[in-house]
């Protein structure tokens, strides 16, 4: 009898131990990967605040050349336009457009190999690069929209960094890096926006509204 005491002891502090080391790994992956949510979100902050002195700093340029030289930008404008055509088919392949129905459209995707392909972080790049060019080559473009698909990458790459594989929570983190990009565009769309977030009742949209 006090053999079989002593051997339910030791199995029930081998269980102890067992259930301690899993709740110390639950614990290290839930802060691991708050630390990541928040160094995404830095780095989404820092982006764009470099991605807004870019735009002014491109946009004083155009300002200054038509200032000292107005007719260049019948040069400079059609030849800029062509290059950036060219520029992004030639290394940023997929940064066409404004960056804001490609991203709405990576949550509404199940295959994530092609959501790869469109929230890439050399897109990201691309979108910063190419919007500063076509400023100053005076294109009528803005920077609310590649905001959104930039934010959106960099959460991405995160999201993979993370290993997440569940559909839900990788949307959300997509939905999380383009939204606070998005910010400024849906101050002026705020009924819009609000409605949107009110139709959300499905369970699916629910659970993406909460990880938001």
């Known amino acids: 009898a006090q053999n079989d005491n002593e051997a339910s002891i030791a199995t ?6 067992r259930r301690m080391r899993r709740l110390a790994r639950v614990r290290t992956l839930k802060w691991h990967r708050t630390i990541m949510y928040y160094a995404g979100a830095v780095l989404i902050g820092i982006i764009s605040v470099i991605f807004a002195h870019l ?7 155009r ?5 000292t ?5 019948l040069v400079i404008a059609p030849l800029g336009l062509v290059a950036i055509s060219w520029l992004t088919r030639l290394l940023f392949n997929g940064a066409q457009g404004s960056g804001i129905p490609q991203t709405i459209a990576t949550l ?7 959501v790869d392909r469109i929230l890439t972080l050399r897109i990201a790049l691309g979108k910063i690069l190419m919007t ?6 005076g294109a009528s473009i803005g920077r609310e929209g590649p905001s959104v698909q930039i934010g959106a990458s960099i959460m991405h790459a995160f999201s993979r960094a993370m290993g997440q594989h569940n559909d839900v929570t990788r949307h959300g983190m997509i939905l999380a890096g383009g939204l606070p990009a998005w910010l400024p565009l849906s101050i002026r769309l705020l009924p819009v926006s609000c409605l949107r977030l009110k139709n959300w009742r499905t369970p699916l949209n629910r659970r993406r509204r909460d990880v938001l």
Request: charged letters at 15%; glycine letters at 6%; one cysteine or more.
């Open 12 to 17: 029930t502090r081998s269980r102890r131990a």
């Open 55 to 61: 735009g002014d700093w491109a946009a004083e340029l």
């Open 63 to 67: 300002y200054h050349v038509v200032s």
């Open 69 to 73: 030289n107005p007719r260049s930008m």
């Open 108 to 114: 509404h995707m199940h295959n994530f190999v092609l």
């Open 132 to 137: 500063c060019f076509g400023l100053i080559c």
